[in-house]
């Protein structure tokens, strides 16, 4: 079985070095049998890479889509090779909160992941449907994400989409508990029938036969066997869970331990 990959997204949490340093603690004697990427603030990027050993990626949570050799006039910014001097080799995009609080589009996110790629960085691209999709069947259910893929990838190259840089994240939008949509929960079985999906167009459509796509939602120590014991499922993108340092510890050991 190849390694399961876990994603802590810290989102913006948490408030001070010490506390970012504590969390960094958790994961620091986890065994070598799965792949850990934390991916913290910007603010915490460096500090938190000098931090941890080599086993232990490093992730950013957003990069902007211009040329990152360029530089520019684009305010509040951060480009890829800047978080690649960082220490940085995963980025995330198309996270369903940027999505809806900073209304980015597919094109957009896709222009993101492109980037990340160029740089030499792995893009973790998100796609998840809302409950109002949710609620129409898995038929639209399949339609929305396939709509999330194309528009992602509809103007990369086959030689970036076939690069090995690439992970997604299925995320259900109103399985996350901070969507303000969570009053239903995910099964094991729904989610790998989603995200074999995802494989399959992946393969047939855009010639990526092999890609890890991990599960994201709301993800904790009580429910991650389910997600990830199954053979489709590559891991899981955590997100409140891994800044709570006694849950995340559990996390790391459950999955440790499948």
């Not at 620091?28 to 603030?41: G, H, M, T, W």
């Not at 938190?48 to 530089?71: F, M, N, R």
């Not at 910014?77 to 995330?92: C, D, F, R």
């Not at 796509?213 to 120590?221: A, D, I, P, R």
Request: hydrophobic share 45%.
């Amino acid at each position: 079985m190849a390694k399961k990959l876990i994603i802590a997204n810290w989102k913006m949490h948490p408030l001070t070095l010490r506390e970012a340093g504590v969390l960094v603690d958790v994961v620091e004697d986890a065994q070598s049998n799965i792949d850990i990427v934390l991916a913290p603030p910007f603010v915490f990027i460096e500090h938190v890479a000098c931090l941890t050993s080599p086993e232990i990626k490093i992730g950013a949570q957003d990069v902007y889509w211009e040329d990152p050799s360029k530089g520019g006039a684009y305010t509040g910014e951060i480009s890829a090779s800047m978080l690649k001097k960082l220490g940085v080799t995963y980025v995330i995009v198309g996270h369903s909160e940027r999505r809806q609080y900073l209304q980015e589009t597919d094109a957009m996110i896709g222009a993101k992941l492109a980037t990340a790629i160029k740089a030499g960085l792995v893009g973790v691209l998100c796609v998840g449907e809302p409950m109002t999709i949710r609620s129409k069947g898995k038929a639209a259910v399949k339609q929305y994400i396939r709509k999330q893929l194309d528009g992602a990838f509809r103007d990369m190259r086959a030689p970036l989409l076939q690069s090995k840089k690439i992970v997604i994240a299925y995320e259900p939008i109103w399985a996350i508990s901070t969507s303000g949509e969570k009053n239903h929960e995910e099964t094991p079985e729904d989610a790998v029938e989603v995200i074999s999906y995802i494989k399959s167009i992946l393969a047939a459509d855009y010639a990526v036969p092999t890609v890890r796509v991990l599960y994201g939602g709301s993800v904790n120590s009580k429910n991650i066997t389910g997600f990830v014991e199954q053979e489709a499922i590559d891991g899981a993108l955590v997100g409140g869970a891994s800044v709570d340092k006694k849950e995340f510890k559990k996390i790391v050991a459950i999955v440790s331990n499948l």
